[in-house]
Nanobody
Framework: VQLQASGGGLVEAGGSLTLSCVVS????????VAWFRQAPGKERVFVAA????????KYAESVKGRFTISRDNAKNTVYLQMNGLKPEDTALYYC??????????????????WGQGTLVTVSS
């Protein structure tokens, strides 16, 4: 399984941005896809997750109501729509995927596959 993230950029506070993650390879083995982010000098943290075959979603409290994770089945692409961006959302954003296991969707260690990061910078 390979993941290719894109869509990062520079945006003003209050603006919007949509990240994309194209998933390829043995996608039939995927159970959950997610986005994580890593701010400068900080650890990587959970942002949002979605079941690959269904509609179950989970969000970090810090982005709930502002960010939406979605999937285009035909394109095998996962999106992260980010609205109401704040300077504290500035980070390197990673998409990730995992196989079926009774693990915590918000735990970094639960994920088997990672894309490269895409940088989001929010100016004040």
């Amino acid at each position: 399984v390979q993941l290719q993230a894109s869509g990062g950029g520079l945006v003003e506070a209050g603006g919007s941005l949509t990240l994309s993650c194209v998933v390829s390879g043995e996608t039939s083995s995927i159970y959950t896809v997610a986005w994580f982010r890593q701010a400068p000098g900080k650890e990587r943290v959970f942002v949002a997750a979605r079941s690959w075959g269904g509609v179950v979603e989970k969000y970090a409290e810090s982005v709930k109501g502002r960010f939406t994770i979605s999937r285009d089945n035909a394109k095998n692409t996962v999106y992260l729509q980010m609205n109401g961006l704040k300077p504290e959302d500035t980070a390197l954003y990673y998409c990730a995927a995992r196989k079926f296991r009774p693990d915590d969707d918000s735990s970094e260690s639960s994920y088997d596959y990672w894309g490269q990061g895409t940088l989001v910078t929010v100016s004040s």
